[in-house]
Nanobody, 122 residues
Framework: QVVLVQSGGGLVKAGGSLRLSCQFFGVASSDQAVAWFRQAPDNEREFVAAINEETSQVSDSMKGRFAVTGNDVQSTIYLQMSNLKPEDTAVYFC?????????????????WGQGTQVTVSS
């Protein structure tokens, strides 16, 4: 059983920064991957970033502004967001799954955090 607990988020002005955290509780595996997705109102859920033991990946549209990192000791994955824009406003979810290669597809991930709201004002 895997449980993900998210923290961070909130309201920030355009150009500002936020860091989201996702703490992983459960049996760790070398095949473990954690991803971030986001969903804005009336939009489909969108891939943001993912990380595993070997590599990380950020959506092309967010490269240069978003970064994903991990803290193995605390089993925590971070999504660092900078130069935020109003269009980044969404509910952000972390998700975990077990796979050989990182996936940008939400159905690849079996476990989901509770979601956290990020609102960027202009």
């Amino acid at each position: 059983q895997v449980v993900l607990v998210q923290s961070g988020g909130g309201l920030v002005k355009a150009g500002g920064s936020l860091r989201l955290s996702c703490q992983f509780f459960g049996v760790a595996s070398s095949d473990q991957a954690v991803a971030w997705f986001r969903q804005a109102p009336d939009n489909e859920r969108e891939f943001v970033a993912a990380i595993n033991e070997e590599t990380s990946q950020v959506s092309d549209s967010m490269k240069g502004r978003f970064a994903v990192t991990g803290n193995d000791v605390q089993s925590t994955i971070y999504l660092q967001m900078s130069n935020l824009k109003p269009e980044d406003t969404a509910v952000y979810f972390c998700a975990a799954g077990f796979m050989k290669m990182l996936s940008t597809i939400e159905t690849s991930y079996n476990y989901w955090g509770q979601g956290t709201q990020v609102t960027v004002s202009s």
